[in-house]
């Protein structure tokens, strides 16, 4: 019987107790803009990034901005499409692949986008996990 105590707490402290369900794209792991390229990577937070959401342009238009101590990023896409344009800690913007996996469209709902692509002659993965800001009328 100890034997069976001592197991079953040896597998009560191994497994975990994980809130996010990580097959579920309608959650995050963390908010906010998470990016790697060549030696570069960074994070900044959702609470430091602004999203706004432009459903009547022509086309309509995602736009993710923030500024956060040496990182800062400027992403513009039209809504709904598999790229856009970046701009990466002051550098020139670059066109990427953006495949946007949550596409909430009200102020509070979850936007999530996934990149892929080059920036700066260097492989670039990354992803905006943010909560709309502001819808434009």
Not at 53 to 61: F, M
Not at 84 to 110: F, H, K, M, Q, Y
Request: proline fraction near 7%; glycine fraction near 10%; charged fraction near 15%.
């Amino acid at each position: 019987m100890k034997k069976f105590i001592f197991l079953a707490l040896i597998c009560l402290a191994v497994s975990s107790c994980n809130n996010d369900d990580d097959m579920d794209p309608n959650t995050c792991n963390v908010q906010g803009f998470t990016f790697s390229y060549g030696n570069e990577s960074g994070f900044i937070p959702e609470s430091d990034l602004t999203t706004e959401l432009d459903p009547n342009g022509s086309p309509a238009l995602m736009e993710i901005y923030g500024f956060v101590g040496p990182d800062t990023v400027v992403f513009t896409a039209p809504y709904n499409s598999d790229g856009g344009d970046i701009i990466i800690n002051g550098l020139p913007s670059e066109t990427i692949s953006a495949s946007l996996d949550v596409s909430g469209t009200n102020v509070g709902d979850l936007i999530r986008y996934s990149l892929t692509g080059t920036y700066q002659g260097q492989p670039l993965t990354g992803e905006f996990c943010v909560v709309v800001d502001l819808v434009r009328p």
